[in-house]
């Protein structure tokens, strides 16, 4: 059997490496000249390293990230805690914990992760359904050109929110715990992703600034100059080639994940999310193992109709979810984010644990790993 995938970042390449494993020879088209990702820091809840575990590539992915089991979770721009889930509880309650990584890390394990045979082809610019291929999967991201054409009800959604990104090297104090810090109208979370440094992002109300980003990054230093420690420190210390700035955004309706016998949807050409709830990469990596589970013994019909039956809802609900939140944490109204930290407040702790665990509560499918010929003593 041979696969054709249109996109090297995570669900792309993360499929590749899985039907690599099982036998197909696997064609991976990427528009850009090189196979590399652009981006800073990324959170892997338990649900994306069960998937990363059914790929053989689980534990490579700790090892190059860091654990959080610390205290996470939000809290008020003065540093007191609004919500507080402790990562080690997380993990023993579904047995992995949640990992920041840089995604130029992830992005590497995957592409290392690739079965001898598979063939990149780069500078690849695919605008209509590739004719060669038993199956055709379509992962290229919140702009692709090939769901435009299967799919064309399914628009892209401004939120009204843009945010920004980096990675700051250095040592800063991160012992209060990391997570979320929500104002008015902003917000601002951070992380540690290791020897590379502080992964951080702050959000806010849009448009898209066209200002240069040294402009943007001093007036993110002027915005969040009054909040809690380590936030003043992070900024004072980036630089604006480190910034990256862009609109947030879903996709709406969500549409089918499968189109006939050897057409697969996945990952934000599919269920594109605002990053609210942090599961972007996580859906895409289960809608890769997903899939490898369903079709990987040939079955293409069938396959692709019960990839599409799990898949469709599930990714659904995380952008609605995901807008919601946005719109909570959002919130520039006086009253409503009075009411919000009321709310977070006295929600109890248990309660916010069990949410987080229901978020990221998914177990992987086994995967079938076809059997390699073993090399003679002449070979």
């Known amino acids: ?133 038993d199956l055709v999967v379509v992962a290229d991201g919140i702009h692709s050109a090939l769901r435009r054409q299967l799919a064309p009800e399914s628009r892209i959604r401004d939120s009204g929110q843009v945010a920004w990104r980096a990675v700051t090297p250095g040592e800063f104090d991160l012992s209060a715990g990391g997570g979320e810090t929500a104002g008015r109208g902003w917000r601002f979370g951070l992380a540690s992703v290791g020897p590379r440094g502080v992964y951080w992002y702050a959000a806010g109300p849009g448009p898209l600034r066209t200002t240069s980003p040294a402009d943007q990054l001093a007036e993110l230093r002027r915005l969040f100059a009054g909040w809690h420690d380590p936030i003043p420190a992070l900024l004072a210390a980036a630089r604006p080639e480190q910034l990256l700035h862009h609109q947030l955004a879903d996709l709406d309706p969500v549409p089918p994940m499968r189109y006939g016998i050897r057409i697969a949807l996945m990952g934000d050409a599919a269920h594109a999310m605002t990053p609210n709830l942090g599961q972007g990469a996580a859906q895409a990596l289960e809608d890769a193992v997903t899939l490898i589970a369903d079709v990987a013994g040939g079955d293409l019909a069938g396959g692709l109709a019960r990839y599409d039956a799990a898949r469709r809802p599930r990714g659904a609900r995380y952008v609605r979810d995901s807008r919601r939140a946005g719109q909570v944490f959002g919130a520039t109204g006086r009253a409503a984010c009075a009411l919000r930290d009321l709310v977070l407040r006295a929600t109890p702790g248990r309660v916010a644990l069990a949410q987080a665990a229901k978020t990221a509560g998914w177990r992987a499918p086994a995967l079938p790993v076809a059997q390699r010929p073993e090399r003679g003593l002449g070979a």
Do not use: C, F, K
């Not at 800073?40 to 990363?52: E, Q, S």
């Not at 003065?78 to 949640?98: F, H, K, Q, V």
């Open 1 to 133: 059997m041979h696969a054709v995938v249109v996109g090297g970042g995570i669900a792309g390449l993360a499929t590749a490496v899985g039907l690599g494993r099982a036998g197909w020879r696997v064609t991976v088209l990427e528009r850009q000249p090189e196979l590399s990702a652009a981006g800073a820091g990324i959170l892997l809840w338990p649900n994306a390293l069960y998937a990363l575990d059914a790929l053989g590539l689980g534990e490579q992915t700790v090892r190059a990230g860091v654990e959080n089991r610390g205290d996470g979770g939000v809290r008020a721009p003065d540093g007191s805690w609004l919500s507080r889930i402790n990562g080690a509880d997380l993990e023993r309650r579904l047995g992995r914990a949640a990992v920041t990584i840089h995604r130029a890390e992830l992005h590497r394990i995957l592409v290392a992760g690739l079965a001898d045979g598979t063939e990149v082809r780069t500078n690849a610019e695919v605008t209509a359904v590739p004719d060669e291929g």
